[in-house]
């Protein structure tokens, strides 16, 4: 099933590119969501099938695949504005691009083998590369070829660590490199080489989870891509290198290596968490400010991944709920942008009468980021805090919590000027934002509130295995 939708993805993709007509792609687009659609409903029947080798259906590729519709949907929905506006050069590639985006992410999900995984990452740094440079603007190209340029360096670091992980295949010849196969055979290898495997794995692929060390690309990609893109970028993208590093490091889980990785993610953590705040004290630019948001929620992910237990468990829900409310916060972004005309923070303000539906979806989305309860993030990040103090992690436990309250301050100081400010923006215009644009916003915003409440048990079984370490090759 997974290469006939591939085969039919390129065949959209192509028919896109050589009709180059703004309703030809939308029509086009549309048949791919449909695909799209039709494939998360297949996987959702065949939990455990394995294609060819190469991909594998399991509770990872489900849940993350079931994100990936949800949002490539609203991305579609919220792009309206850009087949409304753009000439058809610029559709076509914008069309082509969206596909290839999301069907690379697609295989980044479902691969079940590291090789398989590493090129369907390569294909999200080209296919992205395309949306972000949609506006042809000098800070677009520069942000584009620092995007290719150091997500290549990261993907070739990352190949680096699958050649280490090669060489401890050299006594079991005719293997493939699957994840299931590295499960059973990494205990028996040289633990040298399981280190210097996982640094380069997780260094590589840094860039595609937004965390230390190579997160500055995903900042500048996320400033000047269009804002549908950038929910992708924030939201499917990273939730797919997030599965990439999760997928390796649990193929360690075994291993005499394990603990050491474990300290290594929270370091990364620790680091990714410090730069956001640093960085969310200091930023000017609204994009800006939810990127590095990004940062922040990563770095919880990843300690929550270097502790294990219920902390993993935490950090899954976490990239759960952090897709739904990034995405929304980067759609009412875009909005916002059309009647402001600027992202500058102190450049802009009253936004409470300008648009009052977008207002509150904004003060809504900011208080699930910040995990104020009814925050379903409370939850996630309680259940992070309630492992380390379990644990003894007591430094760990106050530097993050340090840390998050001071985020707490610089995203609020941010966040009300530009709801309730009375500052009369030069930029603005005469247009105005229906309430029904902020629908989906609403519903994904509801989502997020609503685990705090009520956490179903699909959703709390499926999340237990994933974190429980069960595959299903």
């Known amino acids: ?60 590729a489900i849940l993350f695949s079931i994100l990936l519709c949800m949002l490539s949907l609203a991305s579609f929905y919220y792009s309206k504005k850009i087949f409304e506006l753009e000439n058809n050069r610029r559709i076509k590639t914008f069309g082509a691009g969206f596909m290839a985006l999301v069907a690379s992410i697609t295989g980044v999900y479902c691969a079940s083998n590291i090789t398989v995984s590493w090129i369907f990452l390569e294909a999200t740094t080209l296919s992205v590369a395309i949306l972000i440079y949609h506006n042809r603007t000098i800070r677009a190209l520069e942000a584009t070829w620092k995007y290719v340029f150091v997500t290549s360096i990261g993907i070739a670091l990352a190949y680096i660590g699958i050649l280490f992980v090669s060489l401890t295949f050299k006594n079991n010849p005719g293997m493939d490199m699957s994840y299931a196969n590295l499960s059973r055979i990494l205990p028996t290898a040289n633990p040298l080489y399981l280190k210097l495997s996982f640094l380069f794995v997780l260094i590589g692929y840094s860039a595609k989870m937004e965390i230390f060390p190579l ?56 680091l990714s968490l410090l730069i956001a705040t640093i960085y969310m004290l200091r930023v000017k630019n609204y994009k800006r400010l939810f990127a590095y948001s990004t940062l922040e929620h990563m770095g919880l992910v990843a300690i929550g991944m ?38 500058r ?79 009369e923006n030069p930029f603005s215009n005469n247009e105005r934002s229906h309430s029904s644009e902020s629908i989906i916003q609403f519903v994904f915003l509801l989502v997020c509130f609503s685990i705090c409440f009520y956490r179903p048990s699909i959703l709390t079984d499926i999340i237990g295995r994933i974190a429980d370490l069960r595959l299903y090759y």
């Open 215 to 270: 997160y500055t690309i995903g900042i500048d990609a996320n400033y000047v891509a269009p804002s549908p893109v950038s929910a992708l970028i924030s939201t499917a993208m990273v939730n797919a290198g997030f599965v990439s590093i999760f997928r390796v490091y649990k193929s360690l889980a075994m291993t005499s290596v394990a603990s050491w990785a474990g300290h290594i993610m929270i370091l990364t953590g620790v």
């Open 306 to 343: 270097g502790i294990g237990g219920i902390a993993l468990i935490a950090a899954i829900l976490q990239v759960f709920l952090h897709s739904f409310v990034k995405s929304s916060m980067f759609f009412q972004l875009g909005q916002a942008h059309r009647l402001l005309k600027t992202y």
């Open 345 to 423: 923070i102190g450049k802009t303000g009253n936004y409470f009468n300008i648009n009052p539906t977008g207002a509150i979806v904004i003060l809504l989305g900011t208080i699930i980021l910040v995990a104020i309860p009814p925050s379903g993030m409370f939850i996630s990040e309680w259940m992070l805090f309630t492992t380390l103090a379990m644990t003894g992690n007591w430094v760990i436990f106050s530097l993050i919590a340090l840390l998050s309250c001071i985020i707490l301050y610089g995203v609020f100081t941010k966040i009300l000027p530009l709801l309730f400010s009375d500052f």
């Open 1 to 60: 099933m997974l290469i006939v939708y591939f085969i039919f993805v390129a065949i959209l993709i192509s028919l896109s590119l050589l009709i180059g007509r703004n309703n030809a792609t939308r029509i086009l687009s549309g048949i791919f969501l449909l695909l799209q659609i039709y494939l998360t409903l297949w996987m959702c029947f065949h939990l455990g099938k394995n294609e060819m080798g190469l991909f594998v259906i399991d509770d990872t």
